[in-house]
């Protein structure tokens, strides 16, 4: 079980889609997905207690958020997972990616629908994205001073 959900959710990574923005009173958000949870996404909007904190947050760091997904649908239940990371907006405006530590979070239900595995989805995304904080946008800042000094070694 846990082998398929990782191999999901490497696979995931090659259907990223680019970067989407969600903007919800002054502030935007920027962030990847694949094509499933952006479709989530634009249907349901982005419903989370600290949408505002996050976007601040964000766009304090010159952060977007990549949002990786996979799921299983077994004889004994579905198993949905979504992975966050912080990315730097102005590198991969260059066409370079510099990522942050990631975090997962899991779901198990016993309903073993492709209908109840999309709303476990953006139900975890949500969740996640409501609990991004500091911790990600300062290891974020760890890996691009770590990049300034390998290109200052060059």
């Given at each position: 079980m846990i082998q398929a959900l990782k191999y999901a959710l490497a696979s995931s990574i090659l259907l990223i889609s680019t970067t989407q923005t969600y903007a919800n009173n002054e502030c935007t958000i920027y962030y990847s997905t694949n094509a499933t949870l952006e479709a989530l996404i634009k249907e349901k909007k982005f419903v989370f207690d600290n949408y505002d904190k996050v976007c601040k947050l964000l766009r304090s760091a010159n952060a977007a958020v990549d949002i990786v997904t996979a799921g299983q649908i077994s004889p004994y239940q579905t198993s949905s997972a979504v992975q966050i990371r912080l990315q730097d907006l102005e590198l991969s405006k260059q066409g370079l990616n510099l990522y942050s530590k990631h975090h997962i979070?899991?779901?198990?239900?016993?309903?073993?629908?492709?209908?109840?595995?999309?709303?476990?989805i953006y139900g975890i995304a949500m969740v996640a994205l409501n609990n991004i904080d500091q911790d990600l946008v300062d290891d974020l800042n760890l890996q691009r001073a770590a990049l300034k000094r390998y290109i200052a070694k060059k």
């Open positions: 979070w899991l779901r198990y239900n016993s309903e073993r629908t492709s209908a109840a595995q999309e709303k476990d």
